[in-house]
Antibody, heavy 121, light 110 residues
Framework: QVQLQESGPGLVRPSGTLSLTCTVS?????????LNWVRQPPGKGLEWIGQ???????NYNPSLQSRFTISVDKSKNQFSLRLNSVTAADTAVYYC??????????????WGQGTIVTVSS | QSVLTQPPSTSGTPGQRVTISCSGS????????VNWYQQLPGTAPKLLIY???QRPSGVPDRFSGSKSDTSASLAISGLQSEDEADYYC???????????FGGGTKLTVL
């Protein structure tokens, strides 16, 4: 059974850089699936951050500042999220999620358990 | 403010049927399929409905989805206490070239 697991620092200082990794276990990243990052601020709704295609091309939420970078390392079965110049508004639970098929607009059929990131000095 | 609009909350009694609406635009729901996610308290979201009305394996047929023009609905029949959760609609938006979510609807089972 394929599973996703996020990992990251938990606490990041304001203006610092956040780096998160999503590790795929129980299987490999399919060459067809899109891999997504979604975040959820405390007590609020879900926000799509972006995705990376099976070809390694990222696509980001244009409503967010261009501070995000998504990358994939197929040899490690991992994909990553990097966020520069963090502020308190970036405090959230960050989820990685797999697209169901080979299409960017596909539903997210597999989610990680989420990792809590707090931005604070 | 979310691109897709959902009511913040709804409620029902056990056995009742409830519906949750999701309103979008011509570039989102009007042009693409709608997906629904269920988020139980303290857990990650779970895919509930995809492609407007398809249920993943393991999702009870008490859950159903529909779409018309720029709106979609999630219906839950035979409401159970374990259905108490937050529900989110989502769709691709051609104008934004990305996924948009609704603000979420909190379902309370009275």
């Amino acid at each position: 059974q394929v599973q996703l697991q996020e990992s990251g620092p938990g606490l990041v200082r304001p203006s610092g850089t956040l780096s998160l990794t999503c590790t795929v276990s129980g299987g490999s990243i399919s060459s067809n699936n899109y891999l997504n990052w979604v975040r959820q601020p405390p007590g609020k709704g879900l926000e799509w951050i972006g995705q990376i295609s099976h070809g390694g091309r990222p696509n980001y939420n244009p409503s967010l500042q261009s501070r995000f970078t998504i990358s994939v390392d197929k040899s490690k079965n991992q994909f990553s999220l990097r966020l520069n110049s963090v502020t308190a508004a970036d405090t959230a639970v960050y989820y990685c999620a797999r697209g169901k098929g080979g299409w960017a607009a596909d539903a997210f059929d597999l989610w990680g358990q989420g990792t809590i990131v707090t931005v604070s000095s | 403010q979310s691109v897709l609009t959902q009511p913040p909350s709804t409620s029902g009694t056990p056995g009742q049927r409830v519906t949750i609406s999701c309103s979008g635009s011509s570039s989102s729901i009007g042009s693409n399929t709608v997906n629904w996610y269920q988020q139980l308290p303290g857990t990650a979201p779970k895919l509930l409905i995809y492609s407007n009305n398809q249920r993943p394996s393991g999702v009870p047929d008490r859950f159903s989805g529909s779409k018309s023009d720029t709106s979609a609905s999630l219906a839950i029949s035979g409401l159970q206490s374990e259905d108490e959760a937050d529900y989110y609609c989502a769709a691709w938006d051609d104008s934004l070239n990305g996924v948009v979510f609704g603000g979420g609807t909190k379902l309370t089972v009275l």
